[in-house]
């Protein structure tokens, strides 16, 4: 049987960062999380991506940059995502292979994802809709040694997602609009994974 779906956290678009510290502090220490996509607007600092991960690396969990490989190295940052596209992924690979992780999104088709994981992608990201996201990740999952993400845009969609085998369930704005707060909404999401394998 395979491993639970770990989970894999992703930060609101951010300008500044410091105001948004204590919230990502308690989202973190509210349960495991795998690995944190820093998601940065025009503007925002290496400082910020600094602090980021001095919050995340402590606690074993992978710092991820969406879109700018060049501050990964430079701010010690663990990796880059970004949307595929073929000419692209190549160079990332090519620049931050084997010390970095290289995650790529926006994966239209399945040939797009086949030629990523071919390519040498670390893992896909599956981030459609509910029921593509669910078809993909469950595909991808019984076929492929690459890891994928899913995508569950609502707390509801964690546990079956969790379900296809996918390795990781990625929880963005479903955190962060929780009324209840960030640090409720990764405890849930932590425990409908968890019910799920015991189901399995």
Same mark, same amino acid.
């Given at each position: 049987?395979?491993?639970?779906?770990?989970?894999?956290?992703?930060?609101?678009?951010?300008?500044?960062?410091?105001?948004?510290?204590?919230?990502?502090?308690?989202?973190?220490?509210? !349960?495991?999380?795998?690995?944190?996509?820093?998601?940065?607007?025009?503007?925002?600092?290496?400082?910020?991506? %600094?602090?980021?991960?001095?919050?995340?690396?402590? %606690?074993?969990? !992978?710092?991820?940059? #969406?879109?700018?490989?060049?501050?990964?190295?430079?701010?010690?940052?663990?990796?880059?995502?970004?949307?595929?596209?073929?000419?692209?992924?190549?160079?990332?690979?090519?620049?931050?292979?084997?010390?970095?992780?290289?995650?790529?999104?926006?994966?239209?088709?399945?040939?797009?994802?086949?030629?990523?994981?071919?390519?040498?992608?670390?893992?896909?990201?599956?981030?459609?809709?509910?029921?593509?996201?669910?078809?993909?990740? !469950?595909?991808?999952?019984?076929?492929? #040694?690459?890891?994928?993400?899913?995508?569950? %845009?609502?707390?509801?969609?964690?546990?079956?997602?969790?379900?296809?085998?996918?390795?990781?369930?990625?929880?963005?704005?479903?955190?962060?609009?929780?009324?209840?707060?960030?640090?409720?909404?990764?405890?849930?999401?932590?425990?409908?994974?968890?019910? #799920?394998?015991?189901?399995?």
């Amino acid at each position: 049987m395979s491993e639970p779906a770990r989970l894999y956290l992703a930060t609101p678009l951010l300008t500044a960062v410091d105001p948004f510290l204590p919230a990502l502090r308690e989202a973190l220490d509210a !349960a495991e999380v795998a690995s944190l996509l820093l998601r940065l607007g025009e503007g925002a600092s290496d400082e910020a991506v %600094r602090a980021v991960a001095a919050l995340a690396q402590p %606690r074993d969990i !992978a710092l991820l940059l #969406e879109g700018e490989s060049e501050r990964v190295a430079r701010c010690g940052a663990d990796g880059l995502h970004f949307s595929y596209g073929d000419k692209r992924l190549a160079a990332e690979l090519k620049r931050l292979h084997p010390d970095f992780i290289v995650g790529v999104g926006g994966l239209e088709t399945r040939d797009d994802a086949m030629r990523a994981g071919e390519a040498g992608a670390d893992y896909l990201l599956f981030d459609g809709d509910f029921d593509e996201t669910l078809e993909r990740a !469950a595909w991808w999952a019984e076929i492929f #040694e690459t890891p994928c993400v899913a995508l569950a %845009r609502r707390l509801e969609e964690v546990g079956p997602l969790a379900a296809t085998g996918a390795e990781f369930v990625m929880i963005g704005e479903a955190a962060w609009s929780d009324p209840r707060g960030p640090a409720a909404a990764l405890r849930e999401a932590a425990a409908r994974i968890a019910a #799920e394998d015991v189901a399995r």
